[in-house]
Nanobody, 115 residues
Framework: QVQLVESGGGLVQPGESLRLSCAAS????????MGWYRQAPGKQRELVAR???????DYAASVKGRFTISRDNAKNTVSLQMNFLEPDDTAVYYC?????????WGQGTQVTVSQ
């Protein structure tokens, strides 16, 4: 079975950091574009960051310069380093794997940035 298992979410104060990790199994990880999406209550799901099989990255304008996506093909993991977190970063964060004709989602992990 295909599984994307996330870890690292939690509650932090503004300005603090979190590192999210996603462990993939059941897929040929290295051929997938991997991404992180988030969805806050009442808002649409949005792309936060993605990284292609070749290492090219894209970021939402709101997180550029603060977040860094990376992948480790040997470990079948993708990570999202989130620095200088803001209350507007509060959302459920989802790991995503994509290639033509196939896509998979993780279960989501809550990130809350609050005093």
């Amino acid at each position: 079975q295909v599984q994307l298992v996330e870890s690292g979410g939690g509650l932090v104060q503004p300005g603090e950091s979190l590192r999210l990790s996603c462990a993939a199994s059941g897929i040929a990880f290295s051929v997938y574009t991997m991404g992180w999406y988030r969805q806050a209550p009442g808002k649409q799901r949005e792309l936060v960051a993605r990284i292609t099989r070749g290492g090219n990255t894209d970021y939402a304008a709101s997180v550029k310069g603060r977040f860094t996506i990376s992948r480790d093909n040997a470990k079948n993991t993708v990570s999202l380093q989130m620095n200088f977190l803001e209350p507007d970063d509060t959302a459920v964060y989802y790991c995503h794997a994509d290639r033509p004709g196939f896509e998979y989602w993780g279960q989501g992990t809550q990130v809350t940035v609050s005093q």
